[in-house]
T-cell receptor, first 111, second 114 residues
Framework: DAKTTQPPSMDCAEGRAANLPCNHSTISGNEYVYWYRQIHSQGPQYIIHGLKNNETNEMASLIITEDRKSSTLILPHATLRDTAVYYCIVRVDTGGFKTIFGAGTRLFVKA | NAGVTQTPKFQVLKTGQSMTLQCAQD?????MYWYRQDPGMGLRLIYY???????DKGEVPNGYNVSRLNKREFSLRLESAAPSQTSVYFCASSEPGPYYTEAFFGQGTRLTVV
């Protein structure tokens, strides 16, 4: 599985959009981009995933560049409850979740 | 719907003691995983089981053994606990693919070895 690079921490004002970047320059054609988050050392929670196209669900949007070497997770209206560690991972669709979760980005949403 | 259940939630062991961490899932998933998370770090894969009857080593398997008891249950055993094994342990389950899938995680077991 390809490795990912994320900034260690970011701040965001409550009510504003939080844009979390991820670099995955060695991603292969059959690897999906997944985002998880972990709140207060609870078990990680799935947010969204995508292969090539941009994706949106009730939690977030995922923007993947055309060359697929980077992506951005967007939380459109961040709240204090979105303060968490966000993990960007890539995985082969048939490979289960043997992938490595890096240190992620610690997002602080401030009032 | 319980999802992934881990027991115990907290445990303190003395160096050299043994214990088994239990994990059960009720989503009929084929694949199950054990991760550990040290303070300020990401999750590292210890062992995984792609399907019932199979287990494989992950990134940090030394000092651990696993048993896939049946499709629902995947246990992690520490035969002789060491302070370096102080960590939070997460169990997860998923379908292996090739279609869309996501991993579901338990709430973790916080283990301290003194």
């Amino acid at each position: 599985d390809a490795k990912t690079t994320q900034p260690p921490s970011m701040d965001c004002a409550e009510g504003r959009a939080a844009n979390l970047p991820c670099n995955h320059s060695t991603i292969s054609g059959n690897e999906y981009v997944y985002w998880y988050r972990q709140i207060h050392s609870q078990g990680p929670q799935y947010i969204i995933h995508g292969l090539k196209n941009n994706e949106t669900n009730e939690m977030a949007s995922l923007i993947i560049t055309e060359d697929r070497k980077s992506s951005t997770l967007i939380l459109p209206h961040a709240t204090l409850r979105d303060t968490a560690v966000y993990y960007c991972i890539v995985r082969v669709d048939t490979g289960g979740f043997k992938t490595i979760f890096g240190a992620g980005t610690r997002l602080f949403v401030k009032a | 719907n319980a999802g992934v259940t881990q027991t115990p939630k907290f445990q303190v062991l003395k160096t050299g003691q043994s214990m088994t961490l239990q994990c059960a899932q009720d989503m009929n998933h084929n694949s199950m995983y054990w991760y550990r998370q040290d303070p300020g770090m990401g999750l590292r894969l210890i062992y995984y089981s792609a399907s019932e009857g199979t287990t494989d080593k992950g990134e940090v398997p030394n000092g651990y053994n696993v048993s896939r008891l049946n499709k629902r249950e995947f246990s992690l055993r520490l035969e002789s606990a060491a302070p370096s094994q102080t960590s939070v342990y997460f169990c997860a389950s998923s379908e292996p693919g090739p279609y869309y899938t996501e991993a579901f995680f338990g709430q973790g077991t916080r283990l301290t070895v003194v």
